[in-house]
């Protein structure tokens, strides 16, 4: 729309026609108070914070509801407007509790910060405030009535913002009450987004309240580990006796992918940190055949002296690696480094829930064709086949409905299952569970390949028809599926895809080459000459055994030893224990998962909220991941990789190339806690080294995988800085894959599992056992 | 039974049928009924505005607004069905005069919306009664039931081949549903909360369409005057306040009741005259000239003409016309208090400063009216008052704000009267607890 | 389209099938379903809620959340007739809070309350719209004005022999 010019305060002022003056002015640096008006949600003005005089108008106006137009003059913070805000901050604390010293929003509450502002500090109220009981709506969500102002923020969010519609407003006047759907209790997704928008403490997070003061803690802005979505959270942590404990999950920082979005895992499953069966010492087994805590020295000794004999008996093909989901970039890539550079084997694998390797190939050459999680927020059009965001891909399902709602994007959903994000479709069909391949060859125009009704006729028409489309696509399609997919989306005029995999860095760990047949930036293991240049030594050009084959090998003897990190394939796929029974089986965890049961070596992990680096979500944005929480005797799966190395006589400064004229890390690995013992640079100094880098830096091996892997060649900065950079796809390089196995197992997690670390978060557990949570779509939208 | 009551000065003209029978359609045809509807159709919608500001005719629900105007905002086209909405939800205390309508003359109802809807190109009205207005919701369906038997209602209106439907619609307690635009909220199978504004009703209305909104007073005169013509229905009344309206006389009066007066009546006259004057010969203390939510005037302030104008002028405002006279008997804290409780109860509870301020100034002036208050207590009822004014998201703040300023600038000697302990001077008032909560 | 199961008698049923049609919008008919569904069963009871739900298509914490709303709509159930004494200022000018005192003294109970016998209910009100006809009571739907203590007894009586037939 055109721009018009009006003044504020008496400066000049220009926004484009129709912007609320609220936004105009918070824009150009001007604060207008306000309790209800939320951006993006529904227009209330029922606080009247917001007032201003214009001039013209016979009474104050509220500015959330006034839209800017041309030569209009607007005073702000008049002595009539100040009172009129002190008035309205007088009266909601007139039956507000003031117990402001044990309320959890205490410090970090609008209320408070409205009442500094304006002076009502002068108790005119004498009368008895009305008192009820606080309730506990769910495990995580409670609330305090008296606190409520009543700015319909928790109401709004929750029906307009999750479709949830679990909360709503009972009674009038004063006798008015936000109240839950069940009574009284809730049954919703227990995203705890009403407890976030709540300006005061009248909703409180059940695992946060009455635990501290919001100044005693540190707030570190890092990524969730759960989902694939990758949304960056808040975390509220403080130093304990053991380490540094994370006490609060939230979303402070709007500033991420994931907008205003966070979900129930990301807010409360951070628990798993804390969980009681977390393992603080090595562990190994014992002529009695019982694991049993050793010193981290002796571990890693034992350890590496177990590998080197093993490699120098029987070569890399008798062992096998199997990364994580859930590590770093730069750990998955280290990982690889040292099977492929350091154990000379190509046997390494992972749990692939997507098949990136298959996406990476259509889309190879095809610049600009993979859509970033920001994408789904403008995108005009989407195309969702397969998946069920709403249990698999929250901030995906968040920023869809999102942009059906602001923006009328059109939504098309092609599933075999009744998912929710159907509320929000302009078309949907229904296909065979099986149906996907033959469905995509009849988008693509295969009249035979699908015998649909009418309705997919016409779904095909209105898709074919759109000028710009996203479309994002679950592990339903593989292999050829996908490029026939792609194929399909390249005949449109503009077309962008999303491969929809299923945790925080199952991307990373394929695009970082946790693969037995692909290098990092799916380069084929025969075509290693750079790496093999970069590493300073030979690697095996045979691809080698994918995970299956390895626990084959395994069975049949031909495996001796296994390293495993942050994974538990034992439980994932099944394996018979016995399988591993004459295998040397390392294992990195934070817990004595089924596959560390087995293991002759375990050393405990920290987890991605206890380290730094880099994650890639399953859209290929790239982030930040900053240090948190800490716990004694865990160590990052980057440090135990780099100290292994280092006892196997292998240089570690070749693994980790800290010397080489790296970039300095900014202090990220350093963590929140800035009286934290630097355990680095204690080793560094003891190894005559220079204190300046330390190898277990990560933002070394970030250096050496952006000279390897192009597509991670972005602006670093903007990175450190806590943004999300897309990756450049286009300049991944890969070969043909045609009959390629590609061993996709869905993880197939709902939005209250998490893998096996969801089994180790209490209070997840906790919410499932609770029969507050919405498996089902509700049955009908209010309108 | 509701029933008008009579005096020589009364002019019949909204309530030219009551008393003969004219919910009967029959009788009503007989009555001349219908044949306004008849001639709307034939003037065509341009006319039948143009006799409508003519008529000078001014709402009757409380504001005021010039109905010919009103109508006039309606966009032509619409992409979206237009409504008419009868506003008969009546629950401003001290006014009882829609009743009357419903229960006497149901058809001038229907007959007022049709022609409106020709006015604007609607096709559909609907007449949202009070829930406790039950019987009278039984007269209203039989009427348009009738009204559809005689082709009246329905696709082809008077044999026009124009389309009119109408409904009956029933609310369940609900003062605040009276607000235009709480009102369309109801009708929507919703909770009585007020639409922010802009949009106006006119161009974004009921199911998003464009709506007139008017009181059943209002309505239920236009067929009259498009029978009369504006003009000569203009004249009735004073400048700029067209005609009759129906006032409501309560309180201490000889004879309260509902008359039919021209606009501009001089309320001494009314009070003395018309009502029949104060029972036993006490002295007049103070009257509120429109309905509870009208500042008080004072005995020396009524020598005024009953028009919106007029009254507004007095500081006071025509509002629904409920005329409740006090005499001096009565305790005005006492009184202040009876309004503002009213208030605290219907409040919608949407904004701060009217669910706050109406709960807070329920109980400041029950605790002065008890006689605990202190000296501060009548200013901070004060400031809380003028705070409100103005600041609320619906006229309801207002409404409780602008009689509690008054009583207190007005009569501030008697709520100094009840301070420090002693307690409510006046003997006869009853120190019955406040249970509406 | 009739709603298969219901708790309602077949008359009120086929009303209710009528009412969502005669809108635009179904939701438009929740309010007067309510009213009519608690002049049946006496109080908006859970199943009521739930299916009124059903018939207007909307979600059973939205039919609470508007039932609430309306003074007249409760949850519980009350005696047969439900005596609505209007204090507001033109009924408390005339005797208002006299004849509310009056009937609690009467029948023995307060405001909200019910007899033993289960015959009457006593509730204080807003105004009623009986204004210039003041004092002004409600018994259920029906009207008496301008009462004083002794008509009052009258009507009581009149309902209490209704109850008894
Ligand atoms: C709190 C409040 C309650 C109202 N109650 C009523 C009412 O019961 N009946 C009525 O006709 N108008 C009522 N009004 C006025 C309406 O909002 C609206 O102005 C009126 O129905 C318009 O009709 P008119 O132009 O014919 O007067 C009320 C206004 C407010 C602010
Ligand atoms: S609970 Fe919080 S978010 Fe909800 S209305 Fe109350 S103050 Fe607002
Ligand atoms: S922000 Fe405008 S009224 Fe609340």
């Not at chain 1, 407890?195 to 990524?223: F, Q």
């Not at chain 1, 099944?574 to 934070?590: C, E, H, R, Y």
């Not at chain 2, 044999?159 to 369309?184: C, D, K, Q, R």
């Not at chain 3, 301008?146 to 009586?157: A, G, H, R, Y």
Request: glycine content about 10%.
């Amino acid at each position: 729309m055109a721009d018009v010019t009006f003044t504020v305060d008496g400066k000049k002022l220009t926004a484009p026609a129709g912007t609320l003056l609220i936004e105009a002015c918070r824009k150009a640096g001007i604060e207008i108070p306000a309790f209800c008006y939320y951006p993006n949600l529904s227009l209330q003005a029922a606080c009247r914070m917001c007032v201003v005089r214009i001039e013209k108008m016979p009474k104050l106006q509220t500015a959330c509801t006034t839209v800017v137009t041309e030569g209009m003059a607007v005073t702000t913070e008049s002595d009539e407007v100040k009172q009129s805000r002190k008035a309205m901050v007088e009266l909601v604390l007139g039956n507000h509790p003031l117990d402001c010293p044990v309320c959890d929003a205490g410090g970090e509450c609008e209320l408070q910060d409205m009442t500094f502002t304006y002076g009502a500090h002068e108790s005119r109220y004498v009368e008895i405030k009305q008192h009820r009981d606080e309730q506990q709506w769910s495990p995580v969500v409670f609330f305090d009535r008296p606190r409520c102002i009543m700015c319909y923020r928790c109401v709004r969010v929750c029906a307009e913002g999750m479709d949830v519609w679990a909360l709503a407003v009972d009674n009038r006047g004063v006798s008015s009450v936000i109240a839950p759907n069940e009574g009284d209790s809730l049954l919703c997704e227990q995203c705890g987004m009403c407890i976030d928008i709540c300006p005061v403490g009248a909703l409180t997070s059940g695992t946060y309240r009455y635990k501290t003061r919001p100044w005693e803690m540190n707030h570190v802005g890092t990524i969730c580990t759960h989902c694939g979505d990758g949304c960056k959270t808040t975390l509220g942590v403080r130093p304990v006796n053991d380490g540094v404990e994370i006490i609060r999950g939230d979303n402070r920082d709007k500033s991420g992918i994931n907008g205003d979005f966070l979900c129930v895992k990301g807010r409360y499953a951070f628990d798993f940190a804390h969980h009681e069966g977390r393992l603080t010492k090595p562990l190994v087994r014992q002529t009695d055949g019982k694991l049993a805590p050793v010193s981290w020295e002796h571990a890693i000794d034992f350890t590496a002296k177990k590998l080197r004999e093993i490699r120098d008996t029987r070569g890399g093909n008798a062992i096998g690696v199997i990364g994580s989901n859930r590590t770093t970039n730069e750990e998955a890539y280290l990982l690889q480094k040292f099977a492929r550079s350091v154990l000379g084997t190509n046997n390494i694998d992972h749990h692939r829930t997507a098949d990136y390797t298959a996406f990476a190939a259509a889309l190879k050459d095809k610049p600009g064709r993979e859509a970033s999680l920001r994408d789904f927020a403008s995108a005009r059009a989407i195309l969702l086949l397969g998946n069920d965001p709403t249990n698999q891909h929250p901030g995906l399902a968040w920023q869809i409905r999102t942009n059906v709602r602001l923006n009328r994007a059109r939504l098309y959903v092609a599933n075999h299952e009744d998912v929710r994000l159907r509320r929000q479709a302009r078309a949907s069909v229904i296909l065979p569970s099986d149906g996907y391949a033959s469905f995509v060859s009849y988008l693509g125009g295969n009249d035979g390949a699908f015998r649909g009704s009418d309705l997919t006729a016409s779904f095909r028409d209105v898709i074919r028809k759109e000028e710009s489309l996203l479309i994002a696509f679950g592990s339903e399609l593989r292999g050829r599926d996908i490029q026939a997919l792609v194929d399909f989306g390249l005949s449109l005029p503009n077309t962008k895809f999303a491969c929809l995999g299923d945790y925080v860095n199952s991307r990373g760990a394929a695009d970082m080459g946790l693969l037995p047949d692909l290098l990092p930036g799916y380069i084929p293991v025969s075509a290693s000459t750079q790496f093999a240049e970069e590493y300073g030594s030979a690697l095996p050009a045979q691809a080698g055994l994918d995970l299956i084959q390895m626990f084959d090998a395994a069975g049949q003897g031909d495996l001796a030893a296994l390293y495993i990190v942050g994974a538990n394939p034992v439980s994932r796929y099944g394996i018979d224990p016995s399988a591993l029974k004459n295998t040397f089986l390392v294992v990195q965890d934070m817990f004595l998962t089924e596959t560390a049961a087995l293991a002759d070596v375990v050393f405990p992990a920290a987890n991605l909220y206890e380290k730094a680096g880099t994650v890639t979500n399953t859209y290929g944005d790239l982030q930040l991941v900053k240090k948190a929480s800490d716990r004694a005797g865990v160590r990052t799966d980057f440090e135990i990789v780099v100290r292994v190395v280092d006892k196997m006589g292998a240089d570690p400064k070749k693994l980790v190339p800290f010397g080489k004229g790296v970039r300095a890390d900014f202090g990220q690995s350093r963590g929140a806690e800035t009286g934290e013992a630097d355990r680095h640079a204690v080793w560094l100094v003891a190894n005559h080294l220079e204190p300046k880098l330390s190898p277990f830096d990560p933002f070394a091996v970030f250096d050496e995988i952006q000279r390897l892997v192009p597509a991670y060649n972005v602006p670093r900065l903007n990175l450190l800085l806590g943004n999300d950079e897309h990756l450049k796809s286009e300049l991944v390089q890969i070969e043909s894959v045609a009959g390629r196995r590609d061993l996709v197992l869905p993880a197939n997690d709902v939005l209250y599992t998490s893998g096996t670390l969801g089994r180790y978060s209490a209070k997840l557990e906790e919410v499932v056992a609770s029969a507050t949570i919405l498996m089902k779509p509700a049955e009908t939208a209010a309108d | 039974m509701a029933y008008l009551t009579t005096h020589p000065d009364v002019v019949p003209v909204v309530s030219y049928r009551f008393g003969k029978g004219a919910t009967n359609i029959d009788r009503y045809i007989e009555l001349d009924g219908y044949k306004a509807a008849r001639k709307a159709i034939e003037m065509g919608p341009e006319a039948v505005i143009a006799e409508m500001k003519a008529s000078n005719l001014r709402g009757r629900g409380g504001a005021g607004f010039p109905t010919g105007m009103k109508w006039s905002f309606v966009p032509k086209q619409s992409e979206k069905p237009k409504y008419i909405l009868v506003n008969g939800d009546e629950s401003e205390p001290a006014t009882c005069k829609d009743r009357l309508i419903f229960e006497h003359d149901p058809h001038s109802v229907i007959e007022g919306v049709i022609i409106a809807g020709l006015a604007v190109g609607a096709k559909m009205g609907f007449i949202y009664l009070r829930g406790e207005y039950r019987y009278l919701l039984n007269i209203m369906e039989k009427a348009i039931e009738d009204a559809y038997a005689k082709g009246f209602l329905g696709k082809n209106i008077f044999g026009s081949g124009i389309e009119f439907e109408a409904v009956s619609h029933t609310g369940a307690g609900a003062y605040e549903v009276g607000e235009e635009s709480a009102l369309m909220e109801s009708l929507e199978g919703k909770r009585g909360i007020p639409r922010i504004r802009p949009p106006f009703p006119a161009v974004v209305g009921l199911y998003g369409g464009p709506t007139v909104i008017n009181n059943a007073e209002t309505l239920a005169t236009v067929p009259h005057i498009i029978r009369m013509g504006g003009a000569e229905y203009a004249k009735i009344g004073t400048e700029r306040n067209g005609g009759t309206r129906l006032f409501c006389l309560s309180g201490h009066l000889e004879k309260p009741g509902v008359y039919e007066l021209p606009m501009g009546y001089n309320l001494k006259r009314m009070i003395y005259e018309v009502g029949g004057g104060i029972p036993g010969g006490r002295k007049l203390k103070a009257v509120v000239p429109g309905g509870s939510s009208t500042p008080v005037l004072l005995p020396e302030e009524i020598d005024i003409g009953m028009d919106f104008d007029q009254v507004g002028k007095a500081g006071s405002m025509l509002g629904s016309g409920g005329v409740v006279v006090l005499d001096e008997t009565v305790c005005m804290v006492e009184f202040a208090l009876r309004t503002m409780r009213f208030y605290q109860h219907e409040s919608c509870g949407w904004c701060i400063p009217c669910r706050e301020g109406t709960d807070w100034l329920k109980k400041s002036l029950t605790r002065v009216h008890a006689g605990g208050g202190v000296d501060k207590d009548i200013d901070n009822i004060q400031y809380l008052a003028e705070n409100m004014l103005g600041r609320t998201f619906c006229p309801l703040g207002d409404a409780a704000a602008m009689p509690t300023i008054a009583f207190v600038k007005k009569f501030r000697k008697e709520f100094e009267d009840h301070l420090d302990g002693k307690g409510c001077p006046y003997k006869h008032s009853l120190q019955h607890e406040a249970v509406l909560a | 389209m009739a709603t298969e199961t219901t708790i309602f008698s077949p008359e009120l049923a086929a009303r209710f099938d009528k009412l969502v049609t005669l809108y635009p919008v179904r939701r438009s008919a929740l309010v007067p379903m309510l009213l009519y569904a608690q002049d049946e069963v006496g109080y908006i009871s859970k199943a009521v809620v739930a299916e009124v739900a059903r018939r207007v298509g909307v979600l059973e914490n939205d039919v609470v959340s508007v039932l609430s709303y309306y003074s007249m709509l409760r949850t519980q159930p009350i005696g047969k007739f439900n005596v609505q004494v209007c204090t507001n200022i033109c009924c408390m000018l005339r005797g208002g809070n006299e004849l509310f005192e009056h009937c609690k003294k009467r029948l023995g109970i307060g405001h909200k309350g019910t007899t033993a016998d289960g015959v009457f209910s006593l509730e204080e009100v807003e105004c009623i719209g009986a204004c210039s006809w003041a004092p002004a009571v409600q018994v259920n739907y029906d009207f008496h004005e301008n009462l004083t203590p002794e008509s009052m007894d009258k009507v009581l009586e009149e309902y209490r022999e209704k109850a008894q037939k």
